[in-house]
């Protein structure tokens, strides 16, 4: 049973910073996408960014990018998103997922493993 933790939200003004971490615990395959996503009440879900655990490619959405970055420590389990100079548009619930394993990793790709969430709040 894969079991995902994400930590680092808050409330922040616009401009500010944030870090989220996900740390994963359970079995998990080497080659594996792990991504982000947000949802706010009444809107689907959106994928924010993704990375592979082994190629390392990264996929984001094209409202993150230049200011987010998604990156991986593998010997932790542990993937990180960057949130820089963030806007309120960017609130929302963090979600950070994971597939089973595979090659095929990018934000609109299906993941399997869900954490709790992490909520983020930027105000203008």
């Known amino acids: 049973q894969v079991q995902l933790v994400e930590s680092g939200g808050g409330s922040v003004q616009a401009g500010g910073s944030l870090r989220l971490s996900c740390t994963a615990s359970g079995y998990m395959s080497n080659s594996r996408c792990m991504g982000w996503f947000r949802q706010v009440p009444g809107k689907e879900r959106e994928g924010v960014a993704a990375i592979h655990s082994h190629s390392r490619i990264t996929d984001y959405a094209d409202s993150v990018k230049g200011r987010f970055t998604i990156s991986q420590d593998n010997a932790k389990n542990t993937v990180y998103l960057q949130m820089n100079s963030l806007k309120p548009e960017d609130t929302g619930m963090y979600y950070c997922?994971?597939?089973?394993?595979?090659?095929?990793?990018?934000?609109?790709?299906?993941?399997?493993?869900w954490g709790q969430g992490t909520q983020v709040t930027v105000s203008s």
């Open positions: 997922a994971a597939d089973r394993g595979g090659w095929l990793c990018h934000i609109g790709a299906d993941f399997d493993y």
